[in-house]
């Protein structure tokens, strides 16, 4: 079993940063894969950064490249560093644990956080 918390959302600007953290607990935080998914309202969640298991491999949605950088350390916590953000990244934003490849079913699931660009 895994829990993950995720923390650092907020209200910021366009064009400022912030940085999301997601702790997970447990002891397998290396056999997971870790990802970052957002929902912003009246819209489907969607994929926006994965990371794999040894953080040797990053996978980016089109609209954050460039923008967003997605970390892990040995500590069992996820980063997501966002820059340049833009009222269209507005949304909650979700970690996610993946044992598997397939990220339309991740293993496990965070609470959120909530993000909001103001223009």
């Known amino acids: 079993q895994v829990q993950l918390v995720e923390s650092g959302g907020g209200l910021v600007q366009a064009g400022g940063s912030l940085r999301l953290s997601c702790a997970a607990s447990g002891r397998t935080f290396s056999s997971y894969a870790m990802g970052w998914f957002r929902q912003a309202p009246g819209k489907e969640r969607e994929l926006v950064a994965t990371?794999?298991?040894?953080?040797?491999?990053t996978y980016y949605t089109d609209s954050v490249k460039g923008r967003f950088t997605i970390s892990r350390d040995n500590a069992n916590t996820v980063y997501l560093q966002m820059r340049s953000l833009k009222p269209e990244d507005t949304a909650d934003y979700y970690c996610a644990a993946n044992r598997g490849t397939n990220w339309a079913r991740p293993s496990y699931w965070g609470q959120g956080t909530q993000v909001t660009v103001s223009s």
């Open positions: 990371i794999s298991r040894n953080g040797g491999s």
